[in-house]
C-alpha cells in the first residue's frame, strides 16, 4: 500500500522566551521508526542506523534494495532531513556474514568506518544507493566513528568517486548533499578544528563518546556507572565541539541517548546544540522541556554543570533548578 506522508506539521521545540530553537528530530533504525517519530513530533531524522539493513540476512543489502528503503523514508520524511549514517558494524553490532574477527576489545576495534575503509566496495554500494535516493529529498551522509582527519579525507574521497562515475553515466542526484562525521571519539574531539575543515556538520554521539572518554565498556555492568554522559569530562567534550563547529560556521548536532534524559535539555540548550536526535518515544517530553526554559537560564545551568565534580552533582545542579522553578 502506498501510504501518505504525514504532513502535519511538528511545533518546533521553542525556548519560554521564544529566543532560540532547537531541532529536534529522530534516531531511526528503518521505516517504523520514521512513522512513529513523525506521529511523537521529529522535525527529521537525525540519526538512520542502517546496519539493521545488514542484518538477519546472509548477504549485505543490494544496492536496489537500499535504495527502496532510503526513497521510502525520505518520501515519509517528505522534505524534512534525513542524516542516513553509513554502515557501523563492529563493536556490540556483529553480522555474521561479514565474517568479522573475533576480538578481545571489540569497541576498540575494527569497526564503523575502519571497517568500511577497508571494504571499499560496501561502502561504495551504500554511497551510491544513497546518492541515487537524493534526488528531491533532503538526504545527508554520515561517516560513523571518525578518528583522523585522514579517515574522512579517504572517505569523502570515495564518495567523490562514486559521484564521478554517477555523473559520467548520467544519473542525477542532489549535488549539495550534506556530508558530516559523528563526532564519538575523543581524538575527534581534540581535532574538531581540523575536521570542521573537512565537512558540513557534525553529530555528537555520546554513547560512544562517554564509553572512550571514561575507558569503560558501555556493555559491561560492572563498569557501567561510569559510563555516564553526564558526566562533566563528557559534557566538557561537548561544550568543546560546539565551539570548534560554529567558530568553523557548521551546524553541530547531538544523536546519543542523553537528548533522551530531559535533565539534559537545559545544558544541551546552552551549550548552543542546534539539533538533538534521540529515540522517538522521548521526543515530547524533551521538547517540552525546551519550552520551560529560557536561553539565559539554560547558560547559566550548562556554566554550572562544567564545574562539577560528578554526574550525581550535574544532575542535582539540574534538579535544583527545575524544582526552584516549579
Ligand atoms: C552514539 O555512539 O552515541 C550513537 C548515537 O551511535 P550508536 O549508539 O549507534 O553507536
Ligand atoms: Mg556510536
Known amino acids: 500500500a502506498h501510504q501518505q506522508a504525514i504532513t502535519t506539521a511538528a511545533n518546533p521545540a521553542v525556548t519560554r522566551d521564544k529566543t532560540r530553537e532547537i531541532k529536534v528530530y529522530a534516531n531511526i533504525g528503518g521505516i517504523s521508526d520514521t512513522e512513529e517519530g513523525l506521529s511523537l513530533g521529529a522535525e527529521g531524522v537525525g540519526l538512520f542506523r542502517t546496519e539493521f539493513l545488514y542484518l538477519e540476512r546472509t548477504t549485505p543489502p543490494t544496492e536496489e534494495e537500499q535504495i527502496a528503503v532510503y526513497q521510502r523514508i525520505a518520501q515519509l520524511l517528505d522534505h524534512r532531513p534525513l542524516i542516513i549514517r553509513t554502515l557501523d558494524v563492529g563493536g556490540d553490532k556483529p553480522i555474521p556474514y561479514l565474517d568479522l574477527p573475533q576480538e578481545s576489545n571489540p569497541f576498540l576495534g575494527w569497526r564503523g568506518i575502519r571497517f568500511c575503509l577497508d571494504h571499499p566496495d560496501i561502502l561504495k554500494t551504500q554511497l551510491r544507493a544513497i546518492l541515487k535516493a537524493s534526488l528531491g529529498h533532503q538526504i545527508k551522509i554520515m561517516f560513523p566513528m571518525i578518528a583522523t582527519v585522514q579517515e574522512i579525507q579517504a572517505a569523502k574521497a570515495i564518495l567523490a568517486q562514486v559521484r564521478a562515475e554517477l555523473r559520467q553515466a548520467g544519473v542525477l542526484f542532489d549535488e549539495k548533499m550534506e556530508v558530516g562525521i559523528m563526532v564519538e571519539i575523543p581524538s575527534a574531539v581534540i581535532l574538531a578544528e581540523q575536521l570542521a575543515a573537512e565537512v558540513d556538520f557534525f553529530s555528537i554521539g555520546t554513547n560512544d563518546l562517554s564509553q572512550y572518554v571514561m575507558a569503560a565498556d558501555r556493555t559491561h555492568p560492572l563498569v557501567a556507572s561510569l559510563v555516564d554522559a553526564m558526566h562533566p569530562a563528557v559534557l566538557r567534550m561537548i561544550q568543546q565541539t560546539v565551539q570548534a563547529a560554529h567558530k568553523a560556521g557548521l551546524w553541530v548536532g547531538l544523536c546519543g541517548e542523553l537528548a533522551a534524559n ?47 565534580n560528578s554526574a550525581t552533582d550535574v544532575r542535582e545542579v539540574v534538579s535544583a533548578f527545575l524544582n526552584r522553578q516549579l
Open 262 to 308: 530531559p535533565l539534559a535539555a537545559p545544558i544541551l540548550l546552552g551549550l548552543g546544540l542546534d539539533e538533538v536526535s534521540l529515540n522517538p518515544q522521548g521526543i515530547p517530553a524533551f521538547k517540552q522541556a525546551i519550552a520551560q526554559l529560557t536561553m539565559a537560564e539554560s547558560e547559566a545551568i550548562a556554566a554550572s554543570a562544567m564545574q562539577q
